[in-house]
């Protein structure tokens, strides 16, 4: 073994105090203090024994006190005897009455204690069980606190379960987002923007094809489809669940009214392939698109309503062509862009046809 | 030449994942291409250190392995590689310490030494970080060990720019100060040094402040010792946990004194470091720390109790004369650590592993 270059071990001493010296006068000063009052006796050893006791209380009070409750419970059932059951009466001949009654039924109540004590020792069985689950239970969640506090939470494994809880809690909270999205077609909330009445008007006087003409989502357009000598029906509700529910392949028209905004991502694409079922070939979906950049229109349009976006879900699910027809037709410089974004709304209409 | 380092967990400011960082550097000049792997890998370290499952099927030449716990898939992963293995031996803590507080971390320490029996007819050089070290590596079968020293990057410390935060840590404090390092673990005793503190803040200097800087690994031992702190209304004693490093040097400059009551180190930096900064350390004669403080330190014998401590910590601060007599020790003892360069002698061994 290669012997290391420090300093040695026994020649203890800093600079030229000899440690063992320094030492032996601390002790000495101890010793004084405590001759001297100063300490109380058995300082240390209260000291060492107080840790002691909350090492091992933090788990065994709680263990005590369900212990101490079990033990009154079976305590109370051992004591169950028909000597306790009093005889006194404040009237007279009335001890001799309770007495003679006692005598007479004796035998009755020692069979009802009998049953009572079977009972105390069969729940005290169980409590006994109780306690040494709960004793287990302890010893597994301090594990699971070590292994929190140690290296588990850098694993593969602690970071799949994050991500798997993580998943479930946006689960969950989707389908929050999916209940309220009902409520607020139930409302009935939605109302035309500026412009919109106009475009649906531009939607209208595109006659549909063959076959029922559907509108989902706002209602408002209703009039304007009705002005125009359109036959349609209402498809109320929840459009995913509307959809879904339309006979496969037999729709001329889907029209859809403010719907892809307040639907999560994962909806849209569902919505598009429901959607695609439902129309009949040569049958179209009109989509109504507000304007995704205008800033004063108060609506949460992001990217995912973009009329880009929406073209592209479309045609991923079979749809073809798929057209974008802009508020104003064609498509705007950089100066009216801005002005849109600035001042004011410049929708869109998405025209899919199914093949 | 290509040579990996292998280490069970690695996370920010653990002296093994530090040395390791740091030994890469000499790598990577010296052989080219070197990197760290490790079984479990803090989320800060992602990128810096790699999961053991990344390292290449193609046989580096030399693997090294940074040995401080228990870890049957790494031990499984270097039995099944190719490579010669390295080992550097940076203690792993007898079970004992653990058995009370958990079974499950005992049992991991107990199966690290019979890890590294195990793995033996593998190992073509073994160096330790410290004399006793080599001792106990010595006694697991391990011919030759050499004494290599950890790298310890004082200069960072000391360099460290004052951020303020160890001053909030430090509010309310307005005697001397002292200072813990490591983490709250059993066989470091902060349990015995709250006992301590408790004399000397109630006896001997009431006004003195404790802050013990670590994370508390085993959530049932360090819960104690904190139940311990308020039951023994010790208002003074501070625990920010794992500090980053402008804290730690900051804490390091504001300190009186250095204090552990540690009954097992493998090398104990925070003791060269306190010693860097100038502070007085207090220790007590357990395992490597005598030849870490290199006669500089006022080292207790096993049987002195916390009043001996608290006196000794009292002494250190009070008494003009040690401290200065201790300070410019301290400093010769670094000066044996810093007059080698770690990195060099790390590579002197990798060559001696190469051949």
Known sequence: MTEPDSPSVEDVAIGDVAVDDVVARLRAKVDERRRAGLYPPGLEEDLDLHFHHIAVRGVRDRLKRLEDAFAEVERRGSALHAARIGTESQRAAGSVVHKAVARLVARQVEGVLTQVRE?????????RAVVLLASDLESKIDELRDRVLAVDPASPEASQRVLADLLARVDALEAVEARRRVSVWSEGVLAPAPGDEARWAAIAKQRPNEGPVLLAGAQWPAAILDAAGIDWRPLEGDPLVAVDACPPGEAGAVLLAQVFEPLSPRDQIALVARLHAAVAPGGRVVTDLRNPYAVG????????????????????????????????????????????????ARSATVVATRP | M???????????????????????????TAHGASEVYARYVHPDLAGVVHPLEHVPDA??????????????????????????????????????????????????????????RMLRPRVVHAVADSRF?????????????????????????????????????????????????????????????VQAFHILSTYLEPDAGLVMVGAARQARYGTAVEQLVRELALSNVRFPGAVPLPTLAGLYRRADAFVTMSEHEGFCIPIVEAMSVGLPVVARRFAAIPDTAGGAALLL???????????????????????????????????????????DEFLRHVEVALA
Do not use: C
């Open chain 1, 119 to 127: 009972y105390a020792d069969a729940v005290a069985e169980a409590q």
């Open chain 1, 297 to 344: 229109r108060g609506e949460a349009a992001g990217a995912a309503s973009h009329p880009a976006y929406v073209s592209f879900l479309f045609r991923e699910a079979g749809f073809t062509p798929v057209e974008v027809v802009w508020d104003g037709g064609g498509e705007a410089g950089a100066e009216a862009h801005l002005l849109d974004v600035v001042f004011g």
């Open chain 2, 2 to 28: 290509t040579v990996h380092q292998v280490v069970v967990a690695a996370a920010p400011h653990d002296a093994v994942t530090n040395d390791a960082l740091a030994l890469q550097k000499g790598l990577a």
């Open chain 2, 59 to 116: 046989a580096a030449d030399l693997l090294v392995y940074h040995v401080t716990i228990g870890e049957p898939r790494v031990a499984e992963f270097l039995l099944a590689r190719p490579e010669p293995v390295m080992v550097v031996y940076h203690n792993i803590t007898p079970p004992e310490f653990f058995r009370p507080w958990s079974a499950r971390f005992a049992a991991l320490l107990a199966g690290g030494r019979e890890q590294l």
């Open chain 2, 133 to 193: 070290n080599a001792s106990e590596l010595a006694a697991l079968g391990y011919d030759d060990v050499a004494v290599t020293p950890l790298a310890v990057d004082l200069l960072a410390l000391r360099d460290s720019a004052d951020d303020g935060s160890a001053e909030r840590v430090l509010a309310g404090i307005d005697g001397p100060v002292y200072l813990f390092v490591g983490q709250l673990m059993p066989h470091k005793r902060p349990d015995l040094l």
């Open chain 2, 301 to 343: 014998d096993a049987g002195d109790g916390p009043a001996v401590a608290a006196e000794a910590m009292h002494a250190v601060v009070a008494d003009a004369d040690l401290r200065r007599t201790m300070t410019e020790a301290g400093r010769r003892t670094v000066d044996t650590f810093t007059a080698v360069d770690p990195v």
